[in-house]
Every structure is written in C-alpha cells, then in structure tokens.
C-alpha cells in the first residue's frame, strides 16, 4: 500500500521519482528500438531487391 503525499512538496518529489525512473526505462527502450531499426532495413533490402528482380523478370519477358 503506497503512502499518499500530503503537501504540494511530497507530491513534486514523488512526480520527480517517476520521472527519474522512467528517464532510466528509457535508456532501455531506445536501445531496443536502435536494435529493431537495423532489423527493419534489412527486411527493407529484402524486399527491395526481391522487387528489382520482379521487375528485372517482366521486363524479360516482354523484350526477350
């Protein structure tokens, strides 16, 4: 069970301990979403190529 703050400077300082520890979280967040970023343009090239090679094959086909 959480102690309620009573005056406005209890409540500044509880507000100023969740915004420290989401500061913390952060570092976490952005970490991973750096991670899924270097995922993402490999999927990226994956399909960037598999569609120059579609287009590479129609056009085959109606020149060759």
Same mark, same amino acid.
Do not use: C, Q
């Given at each position: 069970?959480?102690?309620?703050p &009573?005056?406005?400077r *209890?409540?500044?300082?509880?507000l100023? %301990?969740?915004?420290?520890?989401?500061?913390?979280?952060? &570092?976490?967040?952005? *970490?991973?979403v750096?991670?899924?970023? %270097?995922?993402i343009d490999?999927i990226?090239w994956?399909l960037?190529?598999v569609a120059?090679?579609a287009?590479l094959f129609?056009?085959?086909?109606m020149?060759g």
């Amino acid at each position: 069970m959480a102690i309620e703050p &009573k005056t406005t400077r *209890e409540h500044i300082l509880s507000l100023y %301990g969740h915004i420290s520890g989401v500061k913390k979280n952060l &570092k976490h967040v952005h *970490e991973d979403v750096e991670n899924l970023g %270097g995922k993402i343009d490999k999927i990226y090239w994956v399909l960037l190529t598999v569609a120059g090679t579609a287009v590479l094959f129609v056009l085959e086909r109606m020149f060759g």
